[in-house]
T-cell receptor, first 113, second 112 residues
Framework: NAGVTQTPKFQVLKTGQSMTLQCAQD?????MSWYRQDPGMGLRLIHY???????DQGEVPNGYNVSRSTTEDFPLRLLSAAPSQTSVYFC????????????FGSGTRLTVV | EDQVTQSPEALRLQEGESSSLNCSYT??????LFWYRQDPGKGPEFLFTLYSAGEEKEKERLKATLTKKESFLHITAPKPEDSATYLC?????????????FGRGTQLTVWP
């Protein structure tokens, strides 16, 4: 099993550009989430989804959009990149949010200049 | 406001020197407390889930325990390969849609 696959691994954007971070899982998990990780801040939830067609905002949703058209894919869109969005982004999935055993991808390191 | 605090921020142990990491939480109702391990440049890896005070889980040299206000990750006779950042997270009972809240982590270094 591939688990959770994130692409790209690294990306440099100019301020104002838009892009989509891809996340795909092959475990048929209903629950998927996007986090950002910044030094000294820990993991912060951006958006999450409890199944195809259902998404909701987390702690830091501003500047990001998500959609969930299939169980497998959960892309994160940056609408107009800002230097404050420089971070490492992780996608995670789980079969049960109560169990808490999310499988994380290897991350996308994004730099906005 | 619900929150989770981990201490210490960093811990250096000599190989074989046992210790504990702390995760204290304030939450209106705890549905679950989770521990993860994160190696540099990688995503977190799930370790344990604890649901109620008094519960314990073990895996190799790691044992997680839970009280009504905090959780401990006990590391017995650690080895250099246990070096990593350990994260705890909680799920609020009021959260119906799986919003995990993470602490900032404890960076553990085990030297030979």
């Amino acid at each position: 099993n591939a688990g959770v696959t994130q692409t790209p691994k690294f990306q440099v954007l100019k301020t104002g550009q838009s892009m989509t971070l891809q996340c795909a899982q092959d475990m048929n998990h209903e629950y998927m989430s996007w986090y950002r990780q910044d030094p000294g801040m820990g993991l912060r939830l951006i958006h999450y989804s409890v199944g195809a067609g259902i998404t909701d905002q987390g702690e830091v949703p501003n500047g990001y959009n998500v959609s969930r058209s299939t169980t497998e894919d959960f892309p994160l869109r940056l609408l107009s990149a800002a230097p404050s969005q420089t971070s490492v982004y992780f996608c995670a999935s789980s079969y049960s949010f109560i169990a808490g055993n999310y499988t994380f991808g290897s991350g996308t390191r994004l730099t906005v200049v | 406001e619900d929150q989770v605090t981990q201490s210490p921020e960093a811990l250096r142990l000599q190989e074989g020197e046992s210790s504990s990491l702390n995760c204290s939480y304030t939450v209106s109702g705890l549905r679950g407390l989770f521990w993860y391990r994160q190696d540099p440049g990688k995503g977190p890896e799930f370790l344990f889930t604890l649901y109620s005070a008094g519960e314990e889980k073990e895996k190799e040299r790691l044992k997680a325990t839970l009280t009504k206000k905090e959780s401990f990750l006990h590391i017995t006779a650690p080895k250099p390969e246990d070096s990593a950042t350990y994260l705890c997270a909680f799920l609020d009972r009021g959260s119906t849609l799986g919003r995990l809240y993470f602490g900032r982590g404890t960076q553990l270094t085990v030297w030979p």
